[in-house]
């Protein structure tokens, strides 16, 4: 299925994915950009799924309630190690893993504090 106006986002060199209105993009293994759709759920979610998207937005909320400065530093640790997330992402697998001595050794290897000083492994 192709809707019309695929082709202006080619022109503009854009490669559209994800959601945009009522279709679903992606790009397949062959390069080439499919779509198709949205299909909305059937079923209401499971309490597992139920849980894990308050897991998720618990860590949005945590971020959010960080300083600047902090989310800065969380940026920071994530450009410097040349991760290929961003910090927010890094804080989000932090949060959910509880990743700790990965992100104590990321603060003592550059030098750059992202968790509170009371949370750090000695």
Known sequence: MKPGGLAIYSVLG???TGDLGPYTFYTSARNRVVIFPKAPPLN???YLQTVQ???FRLAAK???ALPDIEQK????????AKLTINGYNLFVWYYL?????TIQAFQDRYTIQVLPLMWSVP
Request: glycine fraction near 4%; hydrophobic fraction near 20%.
């Open 73 to 80: 530093n969380w940026e920071r640790i994530s450009k410097t």
């Open 62 to 64: 945590s971020w959010q």
């Open 44 to 46: 209401p979610p499971s």
């Open 53 to 55: 998207r308050n897991r």
């Open 97 to 101: 893993r509880n990743g700790e001595a």
């Open 14 to 16: 854009l490669r559209p």
